[in-house]
């Protein structure tokens, strides 16, 4: 009788994963490089607490998440008896890691300061603050993970990718642009070489990964100027900072962040949302690629990591990236998120990415932020019904609102603002007073209003007078449209004067809105034409 012969063990690495392991690492490093450059660039944090603090946890979120779906990767491939099973990539997510950096721990370290804590207290304050909000995130994601799918069918896609397509273009690509345009020799040149082999698909002289060799590229322009006298003013080369170990160990620093984390509820939940929504559509693609991977587990090891990163000290949200497709098409299979999360994880904590990041310029790390701003609107477009369009252009206004509300304290003296926040002028509500109404909250905002303008396209007009109204209850509590210059909820009794006149005008303007459209529902309804 033969025996029959045992199966080969599988190999933990092949030739595909090193290229599948320089472009996820490349990806994380230039997130990870931008919260730095925000946050020490544009706010003037402490560069001690961002290196030293801030990224040993959420790199160590970043290892906890490769590992776990390297070992999900593994078992599908001994289950199905296949050895091309790609595991699903994961690292920081660029949208929210960017938001987190530029609206809710850049102006909270303003903020801090202005009560009166000196720079580093109110940078320790800060940090617990991302450790809450990552903590929040993280549970939110735990418990959709088992409700995700429900979540996106009461949703058009239109809402949820529109909303982050405002981020995408308003913030995500005009802010880092100012940064780029600061060295414009360098930040320009590296721009137009991203744009060449990421947008035009151009081919470069030298093989290999196209945002590391821009990456390269840049960082030798940037330091061949200016050490030859022709960079931007200011050059300097920074100095060499000995790498040190961090561990990221668990802490309850996250329950002093708590309180003024409850205040960015409406930045943090849809931050959370999204990328369970993201979480769902990656999976599907892994699917379609030929890796079946039962989406609730993907979810869940995304929450799992967002929640171990936010309580050992992180302050950026892991998620599954949508290129699983593309690695596999690299002949990436499970060894590349191995490699990705040791080498994130472990530099992490030895100082490694940090050394990294701090040697990176800010005009070559701002470019590759202002490709994915014009990455994510692209394909919000091209992934939604074209008759939504407009819809998600009007979504895109109320980031427009946020980004002049945290401009304008520095362009505004504090004793101007208090003035041009309270003065009425005979020609309605106080101007500034609208503009941080419109902002804050303008991710939920975004949402309802494409998803409104959305289900009036489609002809569902009572489905756009729930929108509104949920418009209308979320306005009184100030969920969204805070008369809060600083976007905190509250009790609507407690309000008096002229926020509570803002506030129930706004509440008063969606229910108007949706009382119109109730009664217009009531004719017969005209069939929108199917897009062909």
């Known amino acids: 009788m033969s025996v029959p012969a045992p199966a080969a063990p599988r190999r933990w690495f092949v030739a595909g994963d090193l290229n599948g392991f320089f472009g996820l690492v490349v990806d994380n490093l230039s997130i990870l490089g931008f919260i730095a450059m925000a946050l020490v660039g544009m706010f ?9 603090r801030m990224f040993p946890g959420t790199a160590f979120g970043v290892l906890v998440g490769n590992l776990l779906y390297t070992v999900m990767a593994r078992r599908l491939a001994a289950r199905t008896g296949r050895d091309d099973v790609t595991a699903m990539p994961l690292g920081l997510d660029a949208p929210t890691s960017i938001g987190m950096a530029l609206l809710v721990l850049g102006p909270a370290f303003v903020a801090f300061k202005a009560q009166g804590l000196d720079p580093n207290a109110a940078a320790i304050a800060t940090w617990q603050l991302g450790m809450a909000s990552l903590v929040i995130m993280g549970l939110l994601k735990l418990v959709l993970s088992f409700f995700g799918e429900a979540v996106t069918r009461a949703l058009p896609r239109a809402a ?18 100012l940064e780029t345009l600061r060295s414009p020799l360098v930040g320009f040149v590296t721009l137009g070489l991203l744009l060449y082999v990421l947008i035009a698909k151009g081919k470069l002289p030298v093989r290999g990964p196209a945002v590391l060799l821009a990456f390269v590229f840049g960082t030798v322009l940037y330091y061949g100027l200016g050490l030859a006298g022709l960079g931007a003013p200011g050059f300097a080369v920074p100095a060499w900072n000995a790498p040190q170990i961090v561990l990221p160990l668990p802490s309850l620093g996250f329950l ?6 409850m205040t960015y509820l409406p930045l943090l939940l849809p931050f959370g ?17 030929g890796d079946d991977y ?42 590349y998120t191995l490699l990705t999360g040791l080498f994130i994880g472990i530099g992490g904590m030895l100082g490694i990415v940090s050394g990294l990041v701090q040697w990176l310029p800010l005009a070559v790390l701002a470019p590759i932020i202002v490709y994915v701003g014009i990455d994510i609107t692209t394909q919000a477009f091209q992934a939604t019904p074209k008759q939504h369009a407009g819809a998600m252009v009007l979504g895109f206004l109320p980031s427009a609102a946020y980004l002049l509300a945290i401009k304008a304290p520095g362009w505004i003296a ?22 941080f109404a419109l902002g804050n909250g303008f991710i939920i905002t975004s949402m309802l209003w494409i998803a409104t303008v959305a289900a009036m396209v489609d002809g569902r007009l009572r489905r756009a007078c ?27 009794w407690d309000l008096q004067g002229l ?34």
């Open 160 to 177: 949820l990718l529109g909303s982050i397509a405002g981020i995408a273009l308003v913030l995500m690509g005009l802010l880092p642009l």
């Open 273 to 289: 949302l999204l990328m369970v929504v993201g979480g769902i559509n990656v999976s599907e693609s892994a699917r379609a690629a």
């Open 44 to 52: 003037q944090f402490p560069a001690e607490v961002v290196f030293t």
């Open 294 to 335: 039962r989406t609730r587990d993907i979810l869940l090891v995304e929450a799992i990591a967002t929640l171990v990163a936010g309580v050992c000290g992180g302050v950026a949200q892991t998620t599954p990236y949508i290129g699983q497709p593309a690695y596999k098409h690299m002949g990436a299979r499970s060894g």
């Open 466 to 492: 729930g929108f509104l109204l949920v418009a209308a209850g979320l306005t009184v509590f100030g969920l969204i449209h805070s008369v809060d210059p600083r976007g905190g909820i509250y009790l609507p």
């Open 256 to 261: 002093e962040g708590l309180p003024t984390a």
């Open 499 to 532: 926020a509570r006149i803002i506030s129930w005008q706004f509440a008063g303007a969606y229910v108007a809105l949706a009382v119109l459209l109730g009664l217009l529902s009531l004719q017969k309804q005209p069939v929108p034409p199917r897009e062909a």
């Open 414 to 435: 504090p004793e101007q603002m208090v003035a041009m926040l309270t003065k009425v002028d005979g020609h309605g509500l106080p101007e500034l007073a609208v503009i």
